[in-house]
């Protein structure tokens, strides 16, 4: 099975608006009691500019920008990420990713979160593989072996 993706693609961009009420609703589904990201008044006595969107939300987005746009024959192997810059709501946030290597049936590629500026706020690589036969369907979790 041959990938018809080519080093230096890019993948469809995604674009997303991060609000107060998305910060609440992720605090809450996730279990973080960070009243940086659902007290402004808050966030900002702590010296930030405003709610403070989470890191993992943020890599979520950025994961997301691959997988609506590899669908659900491919799935996550590995990620790494680093955080430039915070974020605070509102934000509208675009996400890219581009195709930096290819061996196989895996692709690497370099994930980046744009803000309106033109900063990067955040950067990572993330592997990706086809999945066949009953491991397709898109994102699984990943192994201690597949993060080595």
């Known amino acids: 099975m041959s990938i018809n993706y080519q080093v230096g693609?890019?993948?469809?961009?995604l674009k997303h608006t991060a609000t107060a009420f998305q910060l609440f609703r992720y605090s809450a589904v996730t279990w973080n009691p960070h009243r940086i990201h659902f007290?402004?008044?808050?966030?900002?006595?702590e010296g930030h500019g405003g709610l403070v969107v989470h890191s993992h939300l943020r890599a979520a987005l950025a994961l997301r920008?691959?997988?609506?746009?590899?669908?659900?024959?491919?799935?996550?192997?590995k990620v790494?990420?680093?955080?430039?810059?915070?974020?605070?709501?509102?934000a509208n946030l675009a996400y890219t990713a581009r195709v930096t290597h290819i061996e196989g049936d895996s692709m690497t590629?370099?994930?980046a979160e744009?803000?309106?500026?033109?900063?990067?706020?955040?950067?990572g690589t993330v592997r990706v593989s086809r999945a066949e036969g009953e491991n397709a369907g898109g994102l699984r979790s990943s192994t201690p072996e597949d993060l080595a």
Do not use: M, Q
């Open 9 to 13: 693609d890019t993948l469809p961009r």
């Open 65 to 77: 920008c691959v997988t609506e746009a590899l669908g659900p024959k491919w799935r996550v192997t």
């Open 80 to 90: 790494a990420y680093r955080l430039r810059k915070p974020v605070c709501v509102p």
């Open 39 to 45: 007290d402004e008044p808050y966030a900002r006595e």
């Open 109 to 111: 590629l370099e994930l």
């Open 114 to 123: 744009e803000h309106p500026s033109g900063e990067v706020g955040f950067e």
